[in-house]
């Protein structure tokens, strides 16, 4: 793919489509070695998607992936994904396209309000019995009295 095309949409779900406006490919050389290929051809996709211009998700979901991929967004708004690990260019691009929908699929749905609950009774018993049994043990430290 060129630099500056728009890619094709990304669909999601059956419902929420990422528009190809939204999103942007970078090639760059992967490193590592591989010989006279690898140091001549753009294998590296870096996919990026504007995260804060997308009318297509919800804020709540922006909000989501920006807290569960804080490494990822850059401080225009945009998530980068990045991938070099196939040889070919068309194959890493494909592998961002399916990570980047993998993760905006995982938080499409809010997590479920943690409920606070009480410690059973056999758990307190059993906190207590250890704390007394490590208090013992370290009572019996300490000098030894000798016997007269």
């Not at 870096?46 to 490494?71: E, N, T, Y």
């Not at 070099?84 to 699929?105: P, V």
Request: aromatic content about 0%; proline content about 7%; hydrophobic content about 30%.
């Amino acid at each position: 793919m060129e630099e500056g095309t728009i890619p094709d949409p990304l669909s999601i779900t059956e419902n929420i489509t990422v528009a190809g406006d939204d999103l942007a490919v970078e090639t760059t050389r992967s490193g590592g070695p591989g010989g006279q290929h690898a140091n001549t051809s753009d294998t590296r996709v870096r996919l990026r998607f504007d995260l804060q211009g997308c009318a297509a998700l919800h804020p709540a979901v922006k909000k989501r992936i920006r807290a569960a991929h804080p490494g990822k967004i850059t401080t225009g708004g945009e998530l980068l994904v990045t991938v070099s690990s196939e040889r070919s260019q068309k194959a890493n691009l494909e592998i961002a396209r399916k990570r980047l929908a993998d993760i905006i699929r995982s938080e499409l749905k809010p997590p479920k309000p943690r409920r606070p609950t009480r410690p059973t009774r056999g758990s307190k018993e059993r906190r207590l019995t250890s704390k007394k049994k490590r208090g013992a043990v370290k009572k019996n430290r300490g000098r030894v009295k000798e016997r007269e």
